[in-house]
């Protein structure tokens, strides 16, 4: 079991930057390839980034590509996610997911947090 808590939510504008974090525990962290996942009022969960145990491997969802950076340091079990030049788009609550395996474009986990709150305002 792994438990999984997001932190750094918020609302911002147009522009601004965010910081997420996930505070993992339980099993092993390193062993878990990490995600961020959204989902938006009326829309489907939808990718948005993950790495692998190492952070060689990384993959982002086009819409996030060159503003998101998925990071993450074993040590204190935590993966991040720096948002920069947010998009009202962008607004979502945002879940820190953990799957075994090599990371993969899509929103299957195996665990999964509670989610943090991303409004962006125009």
């Known amino acids: 079991q792994v438990q999984l808590v997001e932190s750094g939510g918020g609302l911002v504008q147009a522009g601004d930057s965010l910081r997420l974090s996930c505070a993992a525990s339980?099993?092993?962290?390193?062993?878990?390839?990490m995600y961020w996942l959204r989902q938006a009022p009326g829309k489907e969960r939808e990718f948005v980034a993950t790495i692998n145990w190492s952070g060689d491997r990384i993959y982002y969802a086009d819409s996030v590509k060159g503003r998101f950076t998925i990071s993450r340091d074993n040590a204190r079990g935590t993966v991040y996610l720096q948002m920069n030049n947010l998009k009202p788009d962008d607004t979502a609550v945002y879940y820190c997911?953990?799957?075994?395996?090599?990371?993969?474009?899509?929103?299957?986990?195996?665990?999964r947090g509670q989610g943090t709150q991303v409004t962006v305002s125009s």
């Open positions: 339980g099993r092993t962290f390193s062993s878990y390839s």
């Open positions: 997911a953990a799957k075994s395996g090599p990371p993969t474009i899509g929103t299957t986990y195996a665990y």
